[in-house]
Nanobody
């Protein structure tokens, strides 16, 4: 079974930075495209950053230029460096493979990590 464990969130002032981490187990991590998603209160979950298995990246307009997604295939880790944080970045952040993965239910999400941007 695939497991996803996010960490690194916290309370930060506007303009601050955070680095989110995601530990992935139960699959051949290097094979899969990966994404960081977020869900703010009262809103639908959205994809904010993606990285392919060839390390090509793509970002939502809302975070472009402020966030960097990266991966360490040797450690089965996914990262999201977030800079110049804004109050509207406040959300629970999740990682998940993009597309079907054996052993991963489409309805499964990790526990997420809370990011709160506030002065």
């Amino acid at each position: 079974q695939v497991q996803l464990v996010e960490s690194g969130g916290g309370l930060v002032q506007p303009g601050g930075s955070l680095r989110l981490s995601c530990a992935v187990s139960g699959c051949i991590f290097s094979r899969y495209h990966m994404g960081w998603y977020r869900q703010a209160p009262g809103k639908q979950r959205e994809l904010v950053a993606a990285i392919t298995n060839a390390r090509n990246t793509n970002y939502a307009d809302s975070v472009k230029g402020r966030c960097t997604i990266s991966r360490d295939n040797g450690k089965n880790m996914l990262y999201l460096q977030m800079n110049a944080l804004k109050p509207e970045d406040t959300a629970v952040y999740y990682c998940k493979p993009i597309g079907p993965v054996p052993g991963l239910s489409g309805s499964y999400w990790g526990q997420g990590t809370q990011v709160t941007v506030s002065s």
